[in-house]
């Protein structure tokens, strides 16, 4: 499961690792910041990989390359190291969950040419979009790459955003799912639902998207990554693709 797009990514990877019974697996094809490394049970590096076993894996595990001295970030993984997780994942039948966009922690954003890092591997994708940047202005303090957001939205940088500009990004060919692998499950979750405004906003999206033909998108979850229950409402969209 590879998780895209903004607004509390690396909470709901942690926080979707430990529903699962039994260990799981998580890595970063993008960097991620050394102080989310504390999220996990038990962190190796990518070198480390062809020295774990099935057995050595034990509750949340995070895999993830060498850190960057000048960014204090970890590194991706990519190609061979991946595959190499991924059977490892396989022979245990572990889970693996996969941070594959990167946000600067802010909680809009629109992918860039070279976003999202979506290993072909991938058989679920969980777009996040962050209400806690409904309302705001479409400027750098609330979104990650604004000029690019605007052109996928349609609304002029500095004015404020909307629902309907955020469902824009969310369906456009371009947006949040860009590069997403064939045949994999597309999950929009709109997270920091925990206020009462963000939430009455995300319900406006949710029908933005009924009303929507050919979405791309299977399921949408309103949900409150921080806090529990995490999932508040879940939507089926599938019959509107």
């Known amino acids: ?42 962190h190796y590096f990518a070198d480390q990989i062809s020295s774990l076993s099935v057995d050595s894996i034990r509750g949340v595990t995070l895999i993830t390359g060498p850190i960057d001295g000048e960014t204090k970030r970890t590194l991706g993984l990519r190609d061979a190291k991946l595959e190499r997780l991924l059977a490892l994942a396989n022979e245990g039948q572990f889970p693996l969950l996969i941070e594959a966009d990167g946000s600067r922690q802010l909680p809009l954003k629109a992918p860039a040419d070279h976003e999202p ?17 409904i309302g705001q202005p479409l400027d750098d303090q609330w979104v990650f790459r604004p ?37 994999a499950l597309r999950i929009a979750f709109l997270n920091q ?10 319900q406006r999206i949710v029908h933005l998207l009924k009303d929507k033909k050919n979405t791309g ?20 969209l599938r019959s509107k693709n």
Do not use: W
């Open 147 to 183: 000029a690019r957001f605007a052109q996928l939205s349609g609304i002029s940088p500095g004015s404020n955003v909307t629902e309907a500009s955020a469902v824009s990004v969310l369906t456009h060919p371009q947006g949040l799912f860009k590069n997403a692998s064939a045949g």
């Open 1 to 42: 499961m590879a998780f895209v797009g903004s607004g509390g990514k690396t909470t709901a990877i942690f926080q979707c690792a430990r529903c699962f019974n039994g260990p799981v697996l998580v890595t970063a094809s993008t960097h991620l910041a050394v102080s989310q490394i504390e999220l996990a049970d038990h």
């Open 117 to 133: 890092v979506i290993p072909a591997c991938t058989r679920n994708i969980v777009g996040l979009l962050g209400l806690n940047g």
């Open 193 to 202: 639902a925990d206020a009462p405004k963000n939430f009455a906003a995300a």
């Open 217 to 236: 998108l299977d399921r949408v979850v309103i949900g409150q990554a921080r806090n529990d229950p995490p999932v508040l409402e879940v939507y089926d």
